[in-house]
């Protein structure tokens, strides 16, 4: 049902809200490479990525980049999908059984993910 879907899609979203606000929050060189934190607008909108996504599937992987991109990611056999966030830009990429499909945006807080992404998301 719709709610049990909310309620299973809340409880992963959560933590990785935590998460990404924490990636606000890097010292200068937190990765001994110079590295920046993401911005402000980078986590907001990366908050605003995660507030889009489907109830299903969770990404494998989110993480910071030195350059104060904020990356998520989907593995499995057959299938990669990318997103990054950097400031209000959105950049994201996908390979599905070797097509491959991508695309970059002026991304603003609310607004709908690329009809591509979800597309892509739908096959994980």
Do not use: C, M
Request: hydrophobic fraction near 45%; glycine fraction near 12%; aromatic fraction near 8%.
């Amino acid at each position: 049902s719709d709610v049990w879907a909310q309620a299973v899609s809340e409880f992963w979203k959560a933590p990785l809200r935590t998460k990404v606000v924490g990636f606000g929050h890097l010292p200068d060189d937190w990765d001994f490479d110079n590295g920046v934190a993401p911005s402000g607008s980078a986590v907001d909108a990366a908050l605003g990525v995660i507030k889009s996504l489907p109830a299903a599937p969770r990404p494998t992987a989110v993480r910071a980049i030195g350059d104060g991109e904020i990356v998520f990611q989907w593995r499995r056999t057959g299938l990669f999908i990318e997103v990054g966030v950097q400031g209000r830009t959105l950049s994201w990429g996908a390979e599905i059984d070797g097509r491959v499909t991508h695309g970059d945006l002026t991304y603003t807080v609310g607004d709908r993910l690329p009809p591509g992404l979800l597309a892509a998301l739908v096959a994980v």
